[in-house]
């Protein structure tokens, strides 16, 4: 199966690396790749591409706008956040306009490879420096008033892994379970919550909070 993925980073050199990346790796097609947000919003509705690689930091409108004004013509467009910034208001910005994965650039080809393979399957993939800050915040919300929405200790585990960026197979290695069982944990987990992915989850704590 190919994924087809767009681009948009205003960074030449950075675009035409992401391009290249893209172009000789197996089953992932670049459908278009954009210097600018609203480029971006004229370009990507026609490409019709699966995933979206954006940057934060564009020349006019910012990229967490075009990643708003992009879901409400493609609400199921995928998007994940390339960027340098790491900061806490940035990261949930993000997320609240609708952005399914935050990655900062620095992150090696096949891990952002990997990336998108994880979005494309329902996952919200994070680096290891966005997923630090994401799980404090879990850590300082505090229990929900909610008796149905506190998770077990077990659950508790296995979310802190799944805002790290581990995939189901590395939890269970982790934790010395089968994916099947990290599986039925994460439905318990989503249920509770009562969202549907990782990034809910996020956004539903951070407007609690």
């Known amino acids: 199966m190919t994924r087809n993925v767009a681009i948009v980073e205003d960074d030449a050199g ?47 409108m910012s990229g967490i706008e075009c990643v708003a004004r992009l879901k409400l013509k493609m609400p199921d467009l995928l998007v994940l ?8 208001e940035s990261i949930f910005r993000a997320l609240k306009a609708g952005a399914s994965g935050y990655l900062v650039k620095r992150l090696a080809s096949d891990k952002l490879l990997e990336a998108i ?39 508790l585990e296995i979310l802190d892994l799944l805002v790290a960026g581990c995939f189901f197979k590395e939890i269970a290695d982790r934790l010395g379970i089968s994916g099947e069982t990290v ?25 609690k909070g």
């Open 183 to 207: 599986r039925t944990h994460v439905n318990h987990i989503y249920r509770k919550l009562h969202v549907r992915s990782r990034t809910e989850a996020v956004v539903k704590y951070l407007r």
């Open 14 to 60: 950075i675009r035409g690396d992401l391009e290249a990346l893209l172009k000789i790796s197996p089953g992932y097609r670049c459908v278009g790749a954009c210097a600018s947000a609203e480029e971006a919003l004229v370009q990507i509705p026609h490409w019709r591409p699966e995933v979206v690689l954006m940057d934060i930091n564009l020349p006019g």
């Open 81 to 88: 956040m390339l960027t340098v910034y790491d900061d806490g």
């Open 117 to 155: 393979q994880e979005v494309s399957a329902g996952g919200a993939p994070m680096s290891c420096q966005i997923a630090r800050k994401v799980v404090q915040f879990f850590h300082h919300a505090g229990p929900s008033e909610e008796v149905s929405e506190n998770l077990s200790p077990r659950e």
